[in-house]
């Protein structure tokens, strides 16, 4: 499997309170992304990041922002959570823009 | 990215062929059909893709039609573990985002 971790795995917290979530990747890949997952919706795109310090709009980005400062991590934060972002959110790499992607193993977050 | 259509859910019992059919009509030149699977809340897994000619791994078979308006993803031997929600995708070859429906849900039975 692609050595990718996703922390936390699971988080509660307030509708009002900033909220960020991490992606690492040991493999080096250029590409990551960011989908959120809901019932009825399937996989949706948040944001992705082509490289160091280059992010791009998914077509679920509004209330969301990213920061790719490193290679190897992928944060993604929430500046102000509302209900509607309770949802499990996966992480995903890939070597090219052209190959397939690899998917950690997901945050689930509710927000009260 | 061309929209696709799966059935809702197929059962198939352990040890035969599961096809699992994606119709993506309005499908373009440059747009190759993935398949991907996802075990019961866990992050999607990808099983293989193809453009025009048929596609075989160890995971699977993908036999996409002469018009490629439609494809089927085959997995020759099904076992309980092959329990998933399967997603059918088209994607531009140069495209960074994949487009999920909301997938076939096979149940592998005994």
């Known amino acids: 499997d692609a050595g990718i971790t996703q922390s936390p795995r699971h988080k509660v917290t307030e509708t009002g309170t900033p909220v960020t979530l991490r992606c690492h990747q040991t493999e080096n890949h250029r590409y990551m992304y960011w989908y959120r997952q809901d019932p009825g919706h399937g996989l949706r795109l948040i944001h992705y990041?082509?490289?160091?310090?280059?992010?791009d709009k998914g077509e679920v980005s509004d209330g969301y922002s990213v920061s790719r400062s490193k290679t190897e991590d992928f944060l993604l934060t929430l500046e102000s959570a509302t209900s509607s972002q309770t949802s499990v959110y996966f992480c995903?790499?890939?070597?090219?823009?052209?190959?397939?992607?690899?998917f950690g193993p997901g945050t689930r977050l509710t927000v009260l | 990215d061309a929209k696709t259509t799966q059935p809702p859910s197929m059962d198939c019992a352990e040890g035969r062929a599961a096809n699992l059919p994606c119709n993506h009509s309005?499908?373009?030149?440059?747009?190759?059909v993935y398949w991907y699977r996802q075990i019961h809340s866990q992050g999607p897994q990808y099983i293989i893709h193809g453009l025009k000619n048929n596609e075989t791994n160890e995971m699977a078979s993908l036999i996409i039609t002469e018009d490629r308006k439609s494809s089927t993803l085959i997995l020759p031997h099904a076992t309980l573990r092959d329990t998933a929600v399967y997603y059918c995708?088209?994607?531009?070859?140069?495209?960074?985002?994949?487009?999920f429906g909301t997938g076939t849900r096979l149940q592998v039975t005994l």
């Open positions: 995903a790499i890939s070597e090219t823009e052209r190959n397939e992607q690899f």
């Open positions: 995708i088209v994607r531009v070859g140069t495209a960074s985002k994949l487009t």
């Open positions: 990041s082509y490289g160091v310090k280059d992010t």
């Open positions: 309005t499908i373009s030149g440059n747009e190759y």
